[in-house]
C-alpha cells in the first residue's frame, strides 16, 4: 500500500468511526463519542515519536498527520453542532487526563528500575520520552482547540456561505501553528530530521482539505436540517471556553433571576438556539409557553410593589410545581416569563400550560386579595418556527390572544379534535 492511500485509509477509518458515535450521541449519549476520542490521544503521541513514512515531500508520521488532525476536525464538528458550553468538555478532559497520565508514570519511575522478565525489557528512555511529548503535545492540544474555534468564528463572519472552505482554512493555519510548536519538541526530545517538519507540514494541508469535505458531507447527509448556533462575540465564546469569572458570574450570580430565581433572558438566548439544533438533530419536539400576569400594573399600584414582588415569586414557585425536572423557566422581562420544554409535543404542551394556568390562579387566589391570574400562549418547534426567536414571537402572538379574549387562558394552535369541531 502507498503512503498516501494509507494515509487516505486511516483518514476515512477514523472519521468514519468518531462520526458515527457524534451522530448517535442522542441515542447512545455522548460518553462513548468521548470516551473514543480520549483514547485515541496516546496513540497520536506514540505514532508521531517513534512512526514516520517517506514521501515525495519529506517525512511525516501518520499519528501526527491523520490521527491528531483528525482530533482537531471532530473537536470542531463538535462545536458546530453543539456550542462552546459542551465542547469546552472534552478539551478540558484531555488535558486533565494526559497531565493526569504523565504525573502516574513520573511516581512509578521513582520507584527505579522496574523487575526484569524473561523476554521483555521495558524501554525506560521511551517512557520518559512519552511523558516529555505527552505534555508538550496536550498544552498544544488545549491551545489549537480553542484558538481554532475562535478563528472559525472570526472566519464565520467573512464566508458565512461555506462551512467547508472555513473548516479548511481553520484546520489548516491553527496546523500550521501545531506543527511548527510541536516539531520544536519533538526534535528536542528525540531528534527527529529537519525534513520532517515539512513533510508533515505539507501532510497537514491535505488533511485539512480531505477533513474539511468529510465534515461538509456528514453535515450535509445527516445533519443538514440543523442550523449552526447563532453568531456570538468572540469574548464571549472565549470566556466560556476558558471557564473565565465573566462567564462563571453569568451562569452563577447573573443566571438566575434575584427575584423570582428563574433563569434569566441572557441565559435563554443563550440556551434557546442550542436547545432547538439538538432538538433538530434528534428530531423531537420543542414547545415553548410565554406567559404574563395579567393587570400586573394594577396590583403594583393597589397593594405595593413589595407585593407585586411577593406576586412574581410566588408565580414561579407555582409554575415549578407543574414542570417536568429537564424543563427551564426564565423571567423574559418584567412580568412575563418562558417555559421551555423540550421533546414536548404541541398538545401535551397545551395541557401542561393549562396546569400551569389553574395552579397559579388556585394558589395565588387564596394568598393575594388581588387574586392574581395569568394567560399563556404556546408554540412549538419545529412546526411552528425553525429558529428560537420566530417561535418566541409565534407563542407571543398566541399570548397576545389569550389578553384579546379576556386573559386568564391558554391559547395555541388548534387541536386536532378543535379542527373537526371547527
Not at 526484569?116 to 489549537?144: C, E
Not at 501532510?203 to 482539505?209: F, I, P, R, V
Not at 432538538?279 to 397593594?303: E, G, M, Q, T
Amino acid at each position: 500500500m502507498s503512503g498516501i492511500t494509507l494515509l487516505l485509509a486511516q483518514a476515512l477509518i477514523y472519521f468514519g468511526v468518531m462520526a458515527a458515535l457524534f451522530r448517535l450521541r442522542h441515542v447512545m449519549g455522548l460518553g462513548a463519542f468521548l470516551c473514543a476520542l480520549g483514547v485515541m490521544h496516546f496513540l497520536e503521541t506514540y505514532l508521531a515519536a517513534v512512526f514516520f513514512i517517506d514521501l515525495p515531500f519529506g517525512l511525516l508520521s501518520p499519528g501526527s498527520t491523520v490521527l491528531f488532525s483528525g482530533k482537531l476536525a471532530i473537536i470542531l464538528l463538535f462545536y458546530i453542532r453543539e456550542d462552546a458550553e459542551t465542547v469546552r468538555q472534552p478539551i478540558y478532559g484531555l488535558l486533565i487526563g494526559n497531565f493526569l497520565m504523565v504525573a502516574l508514570v513520573a511516581t512509578l519511575r521513582l520507584y527505579g528500575d522496574p523487575v526484569s522478565l524473561p523476554g521483555y525489557n521495558p524501554d525506560l528512555v521511551l517512557i520518559d520520552q512519552m511523558g516529555a511529548l505527552m505534555v508538550w503535545g496536550t498544552t498544544l492540544l488545549f491551545i489549537d482547540s480553542i484558538a481554532m474555534i475562535l478563528l472559525y468564528e472570526k472566519l464565520r463572519r467573512l464566508l458565512p456561505a461555506s462551512i467547508v472552505l472555513r473548516s479548511s482554512l481553520s484546520l489548516a493555519l491553527i496546523l500550521t501553528f501545531d506543527q511548527l510548536f510541536f516539531f520544536i519538541g519533538l526534535h528536542m526530545v528525540t531528534g527527529t530530521p529537519i525534513s520532517a517538519l515539512f513533510g508533515g507540514w505539507v501532510a497537514k494541508m491535505g488533511a485539512s482539505l480531505t477533513y474539511a469535505v468529510l465534515m461538509g458531507l456528514y453535515l450535509s447527509l445527516f445533519e443538514r436540517n440543523v442550523s449552526e448556533v447563532s453568531p456570538q462575540p468572540l469574548s464571549d465564546i472565549f470566556h466560556k471556553l476558558t471557564y473565565r469569572h465573566k462567564y462563571e458570574e453569568l451562569l452563577g450570580k447573573t443566571g438566575h433571576d434575584a427575584l423570582t430565581g428563574a433563569l434569566t433572558r441572557e441565559r435563554f438566548e443563550t440556551l434557546g438556539q442550542a436547545t432547538l439544533a439538538r432538538a433538530a438533530a434528534a428530531k423531537r419536539p420543542v414547545s415553548l409557553a410565554i406567559l404574563d400576569v395579567d393587570h400586573f400594573k394594577s396590583i403594583n399600584d393597589r397593594y405595593g410593589h413589595i407585593a407585586g414582588d411577593e406576586v412574581l415569586r410566588r408565580v414561579v414557585d407555582c409554575l415549578r410545581t407543574e414542570i417536568r425536572a429537564e424543563d427551564h423557566i426564565f423571567r423574559y422581562g418584567g412580568e412575563e416569563f418562558v417555559v421551555l420544554c423540550e421533546g414536548m409535543p404541541h398538545e401535551t404542551a397545551l395541557a401542561a400550560a393549562e396546569r400551569m394556568r389553574v395552579s397559579v390562579h388556585s394558589t395565588l387566589a387564596s394568598e393575594f386579595a388581588a387574586a392574581p391570574t395569568i394567560s399563556i400562549g404556546v408554540a412549538t418547534f419545529p412546526d411552528d418556527a425553525g429558529d428560537i426567536r420566530s417561535l418566541v414571537g409565534h407563542a407571543d402572538a398566541h399570548l397576545y390572544e389569550a389578553k384579546r379574549l379576556g386573559r386568564d387562558r391558554v391559547v395555541g394552535n388548534p387541536t386536532a379534535a378543535q379542527r373537526q369541531d371547527g
